[in-house]
């Protein structure tokens, strides 16, 4: 009952095993520790003061690998979001490559008081596209993530996944077809970007719900891996598809990335607690 307070010392014996091992089928851990007492500049060993402790274990459960994708509804949804990342940074690729044939050879000029300035518009052009990218998310980020807070999110993910296909589907046929400006481009860019404000946040906060708490973890690094397959993928199959077909086809490879995601969904069993209750 005494408590130390100078040195301690351990001796540690195993069995069956090496010390740092985790402990397998009918091995045991005894550790006896022998403890020392400082006082008044004598030293006092307390004796009976041994503890001794055995651990066995009957089974050890093997760790399952990727157990989130085991989730049959998160795997359909990681799945589909995985073609859906390859074709959209395959768009993005796309798009900043039409954008420079659209303008190629143009120049801006422009006139301040003395200053006489001409500008590649192939450069000015690039730049404006960054701008309609962003500029939808800043928008209706915050009315995405409120809607994702009340609403079905699988009915978010669904119609927005349908109306970027339809987009990219417009898209594709009005360059195949050449009928596509550089004023219709940014325009429909804008469109996607503002559906993507509102596909983010229902997509993220679904994939907690469809799997068990313990799997978060693993879900967190497959959706981090699922976001660096379709940013390494993505451009260089832009780049062969360019190569030999038209810009127009690349833009439907990605309204079919879209597509495939719609019907994940609708396969998926979930049904959040707002569907439940109506």
């Known amino acids: 009952g005494v ?32 403890y020392s007492l400082a006082r008044a500049s004598k030293w006092y060993i307390v004796k009976n003061v041994f503890h001794f402790s055995v651990w066995s274990t009957q089974r050890m459960k093997r760790p399952t690998f990727l157990p989130a994708l085991r989730q049959r509804d998160f795997r359909l949804l990681w ?33 301040l008081l003395s ?33 994702a807070d009340h609403k079905d999110r699988r009915h978010i993910i669904f119609w927005s996944q349908l109306l970027a296909c339809l987009c990219a589907t417009v898209l594709g046929l009005l360059t195949l077809r050449g009928s596509i400006t550089i004023a219709l481009l940014y325009l429909l860019t804008a469109i996607d ?34 976001w660096q397959v379709g940013t390494l993928s993505g451009p260089m199959l832009a780049g062969i598809l360019l190569a030999v077909f038209p810009i127009g086809i690349v833009y439907l490879a990605n309204a079919g990335s879209f597509l495939i995601v719609s019907i994940a969904v609708l396969c998926i069993r979930y049904r959040s607690k707002l569907q439940t209750t109506h």
């Open 79 to 111: 799945l589909g979001q995985l073609f859906s990342s390859v074709g959209s940074q395959m768009q993005i690729i796309t798009v900043n490559w039409h954008v420079y044939l659209l303008l190629h050879g143009q120049t801006y000029h422009l006139s």
């Open 3 to 34: 408590r130390p307070r100078g040195p301690t010392t351990a001796l540690h014996w195993y069995w069956g095993r090496t010390p740092g091992d985790a402990p397998t089928h009918g091995s045991f851990d005894v550790s006896i520790h022998f």
């Open 193 to 226: 970007a503002a559906i993507n404000a509102f596909n983010e946040p229902a997509q993220i906060s679904l994939y907690p719900e469809l799997i068990p708490s313990e799997h978060l973890p693993n879900a967190a690094t497959l959706f981090a891996l699922l």
């Open 115 to 147: 200053w006489h300035l001409t500008l590649n518009a192939q450069a000015v052009g690039l730049g404006l596209l960054g701008a309609v990218r962003i500029l939808p998310i800043f928008i209706f980020a915050f009315l995405g993530g409120a809607i």
